[in-house]
């Protein structure tokens, strides 16, 4: 009798319920697809910026990673020019005791050799290592700095010829001068 009573109840109760939900209509209201274009638009301007940013982000690292890689490498390239400049004035320094303590010595070879030297030294300090600053600092300013490394390339990879053979002379003449002490 419980169940009988129970179940007259809640059939109607669902039946009064479930009418107001058959009244409705199925498809979306204008104001629902409004709300759905506007959402669609703020979230795909949204992924816009994020990927601009990201971009914008990672182009930043690169050209920072690039600047770092050339930076160091300049200062490797400035210290080894210091070095072999410091090299350079104690050859010298050393050429002149070498001739005060015997004059009857001919380095006359060995004087144009250092001063050879000294000639592509300075060709190196005054006109290749400031050009190389300049395409170093125009490649951090612009905005496509791909366009300018290959010359900045060509310019390290002179003067790191330049240096090398500046140090195999070098080599050359303080072997020359070893001869000429009687090391």
Not at 64 to 85: D, Q, S, V
Not at 90 to 100: A, D, L, P, T, V
Request: glycine share 2%; net charge negative.
């Amino acid at each position: 009798m419980k169940n009988i009573f129970t179940t007259v109840i809640i059939l109607p109760l669902m039946f009064f319920l479930a009418i107001p939900v058959l009244a409705q209509n199925d498809g979306p209201t204008d104001t629902q697809v409004r709300k759905t274009e506007m959402t669609q638009e703020t979230v795909q301007s949204n992924i816009q910026e994020q990927t601009a940013t990201r971009t914008a982000r990672l182009t930043e690292q690169k050209r920072n990673i690039i600047k770092n890689r050339y930076y160091k490498m300049m200062n490797r390239l400035f210290t080894a020019t210091e070095r072999l400049g410091i090299i350079l004035g104690r050859i010298e320094s050393r050429m002149e005791k070498i001739e005060e303590e015997n004059e009857q010595i001919n380095s006359s070879d060995i004087k144009e050799k250092i001063e050879d030297l000294k000639i592509n030294f300075d060709k190196i300090t005054s006109e290749l290592m400031p050009q190389s600053q300049e395409k170093l600092e125009e490649m951090n300013n612009s905005e496509n700095p791909r366009e300018i490394l290959p010359e900045l390339k060509e310019l390290v990879k002179e003067i790191k010829n330049d240096i090398i053979t500046i140090h195999q002379d070098l080599i050359e003449i303080i072997k020359e001068l070893k001869s000429l002490r009687g090391d």
